[in-house]
């Protein structure tokens, strides 16, 4: 089945660079996503990589994908207060038209000053 | 700012009732999804409409359905509410374009709390 695994939290020194990780079981992947969710916001789209990349960045943003391991990586440099918030990572497989979107648990990111 | 807007943005009710959940979209996005968040949890894909018919559903029962309307709002409708129906609800609205790539805006959402 499905399933997209993160680990719940992750605290690091403001300036620092953050790493939030995630795996996911479904080799179908065709694209894989990090979304912010911070309180009383909706979801914000951060990033996506299809599945045949191993590598993307954009700005601060840097996603690692090892499609042998399913695994996936965000990296965040120079860690900021505003950065404070829940990352998703998320999958979609090669499903129909509907936006089904796999998401894991989130992990909340929290800055030390 | 998503230009995606939500009403209520929270909402108590009791086991049994019946409940209506509204969304916004940008005006021109003909797809719109809703999403259920359980607290600690990702969100979980309820449905998809796209030009006011269902073309995509989760694991959820029937007593979940919904509307799209032509004027880009769209409606959840959640019959017979159980205790574990208490959540954030999402929607979120896109274009007609790749459902892979094509960007989901999401709206804020509802907290339902049903006691």
């Known amino acids: 089945g499905e399933d997209v695994e993160q680990s719940l939290f992750l605290s690091v020194r403001e300036g620092d660079s953050s790493v939030i990780n995630c795996t996911y079981t479904?080799?179908?992947?065709?694209?894989l996503y990090w979304y912010k969710q911070e309180p009383g916001a909706g979801l914000q789209l951060l990033t996506y990589?299809?599945?045949?990349?191993d590598m993307k960045q954009d700005q601060r943003l840097t996603v690692l994908l090892n499609k042998k391991d399913k695994h996936l990586s965000l990296r965040i440099a120079d860690t900021q207060t505003g950065d404070s918030a829940i990352y998703f990572c998320a999958e979609i497989g090669p499903y129909s038209s509907a936006s089904k979107i796999i998401f894991g648990s989130g992990t909340r990111l929290s800055i030390r000053p | 700012e998503t230009g995606v807007t939500q009403s209520p943005t929270h909402l108590i009710k009791t086991r049994g009732q019946q409940v209506t959940l509204r969304c916004s979209s940008q005006?021109?996005?003909?797809?719109v999804s809703w999403y259920q968040q359980a607290l600690g949890q990702g969100p979980q894909f309820i449905f998809q409409y796209y030009r006011e018919e269902e073309n995509g559903r989760g694991n959820f029962p029937p007593r979940f359905s919904g509307l799209q309307f032509p004027n880009y709002s769209s409606e959840l409708n959640v019959n017979a509410l159980e205790l574990d129906d208490s959540a954030l609800y999402l929607c979120?609205?896109?274009?007609?374009?790749?459902?892979?790539?094509?960007?989901?805006?999401f709206g804020p959402g509802t907290r339902l709390t049903v006691l």
């Open positions: 005006s021109g996005h003909n797809t």
């Open positions: 990589i299809f599945s045949n990349m």
């Open positions: 979120a609205s896109r274009g007609g374009g790749s459902f892979q790539t094509d960007t989901q805006y």
């Open positions: 479904d080799s179908s992947s065709t694209y």
